[in-house]
């Protein structure tokens, strides 16, 4: 099994392709967009929902921003990477800069790639170096070293010369940074991998003045969980929560519509991407890999606007791919991570993978080759400072069927979701034994696995009986 892990998910060695052949790649990574209806945003439905194909489970390694970076640069989950929050000492820029000998940047930049990254880097970058830094195996680097959320009014590292940017409407960094990226993919006659990573929707979601009017009098969903009415069988950072107020609804429903109109921004720029590299004749050489950070919760489970949180708006974030030999209109339920995406881009553009590396590659499935493939995802989440008022650390198995948690205060969380999608009832006090033991079985391998291991830990068939013809959620 390992030797099939090792082969059948992230290369260890280059994939023999002329250079002039290799495809362009370019992520484009929003900042805490949930699994959302991407029908909102016509340019990335249009363009990208509808020529390519969308990964219908999709999962972070970590629902907080930096630790989930740290995951997509590296390829590991957090365990291995260490970088387990947003800020020093135990996570931010800081602790992660050890770590830039090797990364995604690097690994393309060495097969011959020209490199790019655009838009919000790691938080607290640039912290403990200068504003002019730039990491190793990138090209181009167009990243904010202040005012990274505000949109305006910020300075940007242009390749190591800092640059203030205004208020004006043409200073709004999405408009700034589309800008930016149509020039560098219709420049140079390398092939390219461009990290376009916009700030959209992240709080405090300021949008362009072109949207303002958009989404008037919209609601945020009222999902089955909105404001969840008994929440007794929860941990107790959630079982404390008080119902939402009318004043949290209102709060809510704004936030909601200004996620929305930040995410315009993030729609021109799809639009305008598309179209250069249409005019260019590069299109239909590129792969268009569209995805976030992490998800958002927006009143589930009487839950204020955040994230961070085990639940589905938390975890599943929406991922969308178009590109030669990806078929339109497809969809893949098989359970796929953040930590794939690495190993997925070096395998389309001939780079080695180094052994660190725990995910897998997402091409054979994208080409619709069947292949062996895992029947589980881990996520993993670190709070420096436990309060009852938020998830204290925690690590969680995700199947086809179940979300299981471990926190480490001992509490736990068993969802089904076949039979409650909206995660309403917390059954691990009651779920089968054999089934709960199967699953924290499965979850102490996911948790504990570094480099290929963890491609057997994932892994269907691993051979953890789960008892009483129980399952895991295969089928």
Avoid at 232 to 255: N, Q
Avoid at 464 to 472: D, E, K, V
Wanted: hydrophobic share 40%; net charge negative.
């Amino acid at each position: 099994m390992l030797c099939a892990a090792l082969t059948g998910a992230a290369r260890v060695g280059p994939v023999p392709a002329p250079a002039d052949h290799r495809p362009n790649i370019v992520l484009i990574l929003t900042d805490d967009l949930d699994a959302a209806d991407l029908s909102r945003f016509p340019n990335i439905h249009n363009l990208l929902v509808r020529q390519g194909t969308t990964l219908s489970r999709f999962f972070v390694t970590n629902p907080w921003c930096c630790p989930s970076r740290s995951s997509i640069l590296r390829s590991q989950y957090m365990h291995s990477h260490h970088v387990w929050s947003n800020r020093s000492p135990t996570g931010g820029f800081p602790k992660f800069r050890p770590l830039e000998a090797s990364t995604l940047g690097t690994w393309m930049h060495d097969a011959g790639y020209r490199t790019a990254l655009m838009g919000k880097y790691l938080n607290n970058y640039p912290e403990g170096a200068p504003r002019t830094y730039v990491p190793p195996g990138w090209d181009e680097w167009d990243v904010p070293v202040t005012r990274l959320y505000q949109e305006y009014g910020y300075k940007l590292n242009e390749n190591g010369v800092v640059r203030q940017y205004g208020d004006a409407p043409e200073d709004y960094l999405e408009d700034v940074l589309s800008a930016k990226a149509a020039a560098f993919a219709t420049s140079g006659d390398a092939p390219f991998f461009l990290y376009l990573a916009p700030v959209a929707p992240h709080l405090p979601a300021h949008y362009a003045p072109r949207h303002e009017a958009a989404f008037a009098g919209e609601r945020a969903p009222r999902t089955a969980s909105f404001d969840q009415a008994d929440l007794s069988a929860e941990p107790r950072w959630l079982a404390a929560r008080k119902p939402l107020s009318a004043a949290d609804i209102r709060r809510i429903d704004r936030v909601h519509r200004d996620r929305l109109r930040a995410m315009l921004g993030v729609d021109d720029m799809v639009g305008a991407l598309v179209e250069a590299l249409r005019r260019a004749g590069r299109l239909d050489d590129t792969y268009i890999f569209f995805t976030s950070d992490n998800g958002f919760h927006l009143g589930q489970h009487r839950l204020r606007p955040g994230k961070t949180t085990p639940f589905e708006e938390d975890i599943r974030v929406p991922m969308v791919v178009r590109g030669p030999g990806v078929p339109a209109g497809g969809v893949i339920d098989a359970l796929a991570s953040t930590v794939d995406l690495a190993p997925t881009f070096a395998e389309l553009g001939g780079a080695a993978v180094p052994p660190t590396a725990e995910g897998r590659s997402l091409v054979p499935l994208l080409h619709g080759r069947d292949v062996p493939w895992r029947d589980a995802v881990l996520a993993e989440f670190y709070h420096p400072s436990y309060s009852p008022n938020s998830p204290p650390s925690y690590a969680m198995v995700r199947t086809e069927r179940y979300a299981y948690v471990e926190y480490e205060t001992g509490e736990r969380q068993l969802y089904d979701l076949w039979n409650d999608p909206a995660e309403l009832h917390n059954i691990a006090a009651t779920a089968d034994p054999g089934l709960t033991a199967a699953l924290a079985a499965r979850l102490a391998l996911l948790r504990s696995c570094s480099g290929p291991v963890c491609r057997v830990a994932d892994a269907a068939g691993v051979g953890i009986s789960l008892g009483g013809g129980a399952s895991l959620g295969t089928g």
